[in-house]
């Protein structure tokens, strides 16, 4: 079922959220079963991921209700379809460990099932602001980055230019005609180190 699931689903460009945006969600399995509140991963205008213990994970397939902050704007509550499950390490050598993961956590995914149009809306709105704040982050760790690498270096840099001038400069110099040059003296160009004369045969 789950490759069914996947087979008929497009996925829309998904927003991960951020240590500084709102992660708190909520989400109940079936009628009567309680209310959970886990961590949200990552939204888009068809979906989301979020996290759970393994004895709270629902399954393939089922339809439970999640109510998830949008990313600068209020929460919105609907229903979610269950599309995959995967265990999730929050932990890696590469990255700061998770204070959240504490224990074997489980990545829900789900598809919105029927979502209105206001919340699609909603959704898209919020992303889009997230998605233009994140590139004029990105830009202005880039300009930092090209900033500091360039002081960093603008010795290096400084002594490159110079001896290329210098160099230029000597070439110059080295061909220039000396004070006893004359042009009108001399064998015409080409014809100093004439070895055959076709005009003669």
Known sequence: MNAAL??????????????????????????????????????????????VDRSMRPEIGDLIKVEIPVPGL???AWFGRVVRLESYEGNSWWSEPDPFVDEEK????????????????????????????????RRLRQQMYLKHVFLENVYKYSGYI?????????????????????AKRGAPWGHRYKIFNFEDQ
């Open 106 to 137: 489980i990545m829900v995914a789900v598809h919105f099932h029927d979502l209105p149009l206001g919340h699609r809306k909603a959704i898209k709105q919020g992303l889009e602001k997230q998605f233009l704040e994140e590139l004029k982050e």
């Open 162 to 182: 110079l001896l290329s001038i210098a160099s230029f400069a000597l070439l110059y110099y080295l061909s220039l005609p000396n004070k006893n040059y004359d």
């Open 6 to 51: 996947r087979k008929f689903i497009n996925r829309a460009p998904r927003y991960v959220l951020r240590p500084t945006d709102n992660q708190v969600m909520r989400f109940s399995k079936e009628e009567g079963s309680g209310v959970f509140r886990t961590r949200l991963l990552n939204l888009s205008e068809t979906g989301a991921a979020f996290l």
């Open 74 to 76: 209020d929460q919105i």
